[in-house]
Structure formats: C-alpha cells, structure tokens
C-alpha cells in the first residue's frame, strides 16, 4: 500500500497501513507466514524509498520433478534460454531465467522475455514445444568431443556473457540427463 504524505503535521511520519504489518514473507511459499515476528517493537523498515520499478512482461513458468538438484534445474533453464534465443533467432539478451520456489526445496524454472511490457517470446517458444526441448538438449550435448570433456559448462555450451554470472549454478550433465529422460529417445 502506498503512503499518501511522508510527514504529519509535527514532522513525523504517519503510522503505518494496518495490513502492511502482517504482510506474508516473500521468502516462503506459505501465504500464512509472517514477514516479522508478532510482538516486534519497532517498524523495521525504509519508508519513501523506491527499490524497484512495475515493469509488466511475459513468463513462463515450468514445473520439473521434484528430485532435480538446483544447478540441473538452473542448466535446464539457461539452455532453454539459449536454444529458444536461436529458434527465433533472438539476442540471448532478450530472455532470462531463473529459478522460483515452490516449496522447501522444490523449484521452477522462470524464464521471461526482458523486454519492458512483453514481447511474446515465451508464448512462441511454448507453441514450439518438443521441438525446443530438441534444441536444448542439442545444446546442452555438442559435440561427441565437447559431450566427453565438459563436466558442468563451456562457451560451447551454456556459458555467455549473461551466464558466466552463474558459472557456479550451472550442471551441464543433469540438465542433460533430465532432458534425455524427458524426451524418452537419447542420441547415443
């Protein structure tokens, strides 16, 4: 809720909105958690401060089994961002991803178009379906010689100037692995 005056008449500031005080935590998947703890004696926070913008676009959200470890997961969504940057022949830079929490230690992949009010992108790469899965996991394989010698990412792979941000979250093997069983026919 926003404030509508910084100050009162004795220049101090307004005591703040009823709800805003049992606001649920953006950290946990429960709408039943609290953000503070009840008997807390003082309102810890920044008040008229702007920390971030609006700004709407498209995402696209994919739920995978639960027993995938992050770094897979995170592989998985940086070579779907990096396949469908190629299959609509897109700069890499227009899609993002990253990964929402679903539970304790379940998560999903978000990827999203950067582009300020959307461009589609993730509506058109859902449309292509099986046939950019094929061309992440082509990705995430390579070469028979890149296949044998890359353990987690490369250049050739999944590395670019956004994802060597996250070179320590990449796993180019169970990304690869959850890819094959998923599509159900590995190429040798």
Known sequence: MSEERPYNE????????????????????????????????????????????????????????????EASLFSLGRALVRAGARLLELDNRELDVDLKPRGPSEFSILLYDTVPGGSGHCFELMKLGRHWLLAARDILRGSTSHDSTCRRACLECLLDFAGQFHAHRLNRKGALETLDALLGDPVP
């Open 10 to 69: 004795k220049g101090e500031p307004p005591p703040l909105p009823r709800k805003f005080k049992d606001h649920s935590s953006i950290f946990s998947p429960s709408p039943n958690s609290r953000c503070w703890p009840k008997n807390i004696q003082y309102d810890p926070v920044l008040r008229h401060k702007v920390l971030a913008a609006r700004e709407t676009t498209d995402v696209l959200i994919l739920d995978w089994p639960t027993d995938l470890d």
